[in-house]
């Protein structure tokens, strides 16, 4: 409730006395920690080394001797569904986060807003007299409200965070990074060849914050959520720190589950005994093909090394991240923060498959449903993890990665809800390189922190009723035995169709694959798990227990109800566009743009995909060298550009970054004056893979300059948020003909006008793969 003046107003201000007290926020009490979350992407339970993975993690290896390692904490296996979570304690589809911003549809469990009535953890510890940062990934702010003409209801400023800097999409290139501080996109502030890489960034922003916030109120705790964009694809990594795994992973992802299990055992963190699921399937009609795995004997040398690079610059992506992050540890060492600081370092779902069986140089070309080519990757091997590639490594690791489970992220099975949990907190934990092995999950997160913190979540925040909490506190986990007895029950999965439940050391697990029973979610078969004995989930007990699995399948149901589960969604491509949020369309079907204005998200952008198209440039040319991006969109991985170079007009589309781009070339110089400048594409067939083929012309004013041949992308430019801009490139450039930026100079651009038809051919299927594999 407000607080109420109590001073006392009269007439005269010297017979009045004034009361501070409604204007000045609520004090922590003396002595509360700080809180920092470290929430990295991607990351299965057996890759990094305080769980026996061959990944280095020193700062990780440095709080779990310090603190707690848990062995059997959860996630809803997939990221802003996790961290969704992890922000308001609620589950997933009580916050509308079914699956990912992307996939939001028009129900109260997956429309992507988080309800009022869900307040953050943020907004309550603010009014508690924390400071609130939130520094990295979010992918919690809705789709529709991504752009810049869009409400802020839902960005971190307003719900709860004081600052915020960093990326509101599921991925981001980690070298050309699409950023966003506090509520307006930004540059980043050097470039790659200055020793630019986003995790530095990151940390380096993270000891801003705190360090602005010690200097001015040196008593004060702070909240911090720091997500960097590791694991996530694409893979970047400086060279440097890429080597250091040079033939770590020679004996390849098969090799690497035997390596790694009995480490796991060793650690305590699977219990002896512990048996190895089967190698993830190849396609049998209940799994998506994309998902399955290629045996490691079955692959060619040239495959081999490939494959093994690809893990090395994960591997060299997560450590050198684990460096950076270990900056902000050591920050808070010397300042004299960090016994008091509560740490948690975890990851948000399982490992990646959505490298498909093959691995990629541009994961882009899995989502347009464009085929690797083993040639082509083979010659970016040495750059992979560079600015010159987009990678991702193939479902073998995730599947390693993941061991001694079934499959990886987006599956209920371990392999895509089990994750690494580290818990640091030297003045609150006496234990020291503990491991505690009591089933837990995302939702218990905020609960704990509570506990920990003495702040009660209050009935009522900013004027909305709450939702009551369905975690509980791990608090009593930090100082217990390592067996004592958990005090959770019952936790319920669900993630794009596939559903698990598990209750009181037993779990259930529907069988449903992306791919078979479409819409028969009461036909599925139901495996049953002692998970007690079987950590792994290797032994299937149904056909000995059927009457454990009703009584499960029915609690499943139980706790759909209560949590807005339903309706569960396989939908088909056609059926899911019928719901997806409206997109704006201009009923002109023209988008105009200017120069100087915030980049537009691909998604708020006009669509170029799979239509003929037009894009019409006003502008004046001041001087005979006038040069510079007039118009572009996505980067060298994916994109196009019109620009003025040489007194020439260009426009040059790049097809997922496979070499040639296509470079349309005036054939007459631009001369100072007005002008209409543009490019006209008529599509006149479909080709292989959906892709769109006819003829592109060039004009100036009313001639046609220039024109030839050109074949678009039948899917997204950019999954990373790189949008479409006028008077500069701003990200990665599209084109190889110019450097980053590459702003318009020695005339004035007017306006810019695209122009989208409505001849579009959509490929149903290979949208639904790429919307329901994306995170």
């Not at 795994?245 to 650690?267: H, S, T």
């Not at 992050?325 to 960090?338: A, F, K, N, V």
């Not at 100036?700 to 801009?725: Q, R, Y």
Request: net charge negative; aromatic share 12%.
């Amino acid at each position: 409730m407000p607080k109420k003046f109590s001073g006392v107003i009269n007439l005269d201000i010297r017979d009045s006395v004034p009361d501070w007290t409604p204007y000045i926020a609520d004090k922590a009490p003396e002595g509360s920690p700080n809180v920092l979350i470290i929430l990295f992407d991607d990351t299965g339970l057996a890759a990094w080394s305080p769980y026996g993975g061959r990944i280095s993690m020193p700062t990780m290896d440095r709080l779990a001797a310090n603190g707690l390692t848990y062995t059997q904490w959860h996630t809803t296996a997939l990221c802003s569904p996790t961290r969704s979570s992890f922000l308001t304690g609620r589950t997933h589809h009580q916050n509308g986060f079914a699956s990912i911003s992307e996939g939001a549809m028009g129900f109260p469990g997956s429309n992507s807003h988080i309800p009022f009535e869900n307040a953050f953890l943020a907004e309550v510890l603010r009014e508690k007299g924390w400071n609130t940062f939130w520094v990295g990934k979010n992918h919690n702010v809705p789709i529709d409200e991504w752009h810049a003409g869009a409400t802020k209801r839902n960005w971190p400023l307003a719900r709860g965070f004081d600052r915020f800097y960093g990326f509101l999409g599921g991925e981001t290139n980690q070298w050309y990074p699409d950023l966003t501080e506090d509520n307006h996109a930004v540059d980043q502030p050097y470039l790659p060849d200055d020793g630019y890489h986003l995790s530095k960034d990151l940390a380096d922003k993270a000891i801003e914050f705190i360090r602005d916030s010690r200097q001015t109120a040196p008593e004060k705790p702070w909240y911090m959520f720091f997500c960097p964009g590791a694991n996530h694809a694409p893979h970047h990594a400086p060279q440097e720190w890429i080597d250091k795994y040079k033939g770590q992973f020679d004996d390849g992802y098969e090799a690497y589950r035997d390596w790694v299990l009995p480490r796991m055992v060793e650690r305590g963190i699977l219990p002896e005994g512990t048996d190895i699921t089967e190698i993830n399937p190849m396609p049998d009609g209940t799994f998506a093909p994309a998902d399955s795995v290629r045996p490691w004997e079955s692959l060619s040398d040239e495959e081999k090394a490939l494959f093994s690079r690809m893990a090395e610059v994960y591997a060299g992506f997560s450590s050198y991240t684990d460096y950076e992050t270990g900056r902000i540890i050591d920050y808070l060492e010397e300042s004299g923060q960090l016994d008091n600081t509560i740490v948690m370092f975890a990851a948000d779902n399982g490992a990646s498959g959505e490298g498909s069986p093959d691995g990629s140089v541009n994961e882009g070309k899995f989502f347009n449903g464009i085929p690797d080519d083993i040639e082509q990757n083979l010659s970016m091997i040495d750059k992979l993890g560079s600015p010159d590639t987009y990678n991702h490594y193939p479902t073998g690791w995730a599947m390693a990665f993941s061991t001694p489970f079934r499959m990886f992220k987006r599956y209920s099975y371990q392999g895509g809800v089990a994750d690494p949990l580290v818990i640091s907190w030297p003045a609150g934990i006496t234990a020291r390189g503990e491991v505690r092995n009591q089933y837990h999950h995302v939702t218990d997160i905020v609960p704990t922190l509570l506990e920990a913190l003495g702040v009660e979540f209050p009935e009522v925040v900013n004027g909305y009723e709450q939702t009551p909490l369905p975690g509980v506190s791990m608090a009593y986990t930090f100082d217990a035995e390592p067996d004592a007895p958990t005090t959770k029950t019952t936790q319920y999965y669900e993630m794009l169709g596939t559903r698990a439940i598990w209750h009181e050391g037993w779990k259930a697990v529907a069988v449903h694959g992306p791919t078979s029973d479409i819409g028969n979610f009461d036909k599925d078969v139901w495996q049953l798990f002692n998970t007690d004995e079987d950590r792994s989930e290797a032994n299937d007990l149904a056909e000995q227990y059927p009457e454990k699995v009703k009584e499960f399948v029915d609690l499943w149901f139980q706790e759909a109800e209560k949590y807005n589960v339903l309706p569960l969604n396989d939908l088909s491509a056609s059926e899911i566009l019928k719901m997806e949020i409206p997109a704006v369309i201009p009923p002109s079907g023209t988008y105009t743009y200017y120069s100087g204005a915030s980049d537009v998200p691909e998604r708020m952008a006009a669509n170029v995909h799979g239509v003929s198209y037009t894009i019409v440039v006003e502008l004046t040319v001041d001087e005979p060298d006038a040069e510079g991006v007039l118009f572009a969109q996505g980067s060298r991985f994916g994109g196009h550009s019109l620009f003025v170079k040489n007194r020439k007009l260009w426009y040059a589309y790049n097809f997922l970054g496979i070499p040639p781009e296509t470079q349309i070339v005036s054939e007459v110089e631009l001369t100072p004056g007005s002008h209409i400048v543009g490019l006209e594409f008529s599509k006149e067939s479909v080709g292989q893979y959906g892709v769109s083929v006819g003829t592109a012309k060039l004009y100036i004013d009313d001639e046609v300059v220039a024109e030839g041949p050109l074949t678009t992308m039948s899917g997204h430019f950019s999954l990373c948020g790189e949008g479409l801009g006028v008077g500069r490139d701003g990200g990665d450039p599209v084109s190889k003909e110019y450097s980053h930026g590459f702003d318009f100079r020695g005339g004035t651009i007017v306006k810019a006008q695209v122009h989208v038809g409505d001849d579009a051919f959509i490929d149903m299927e290979r949208m639904l793969a790429a919307a329901m594999a994306r995170d």
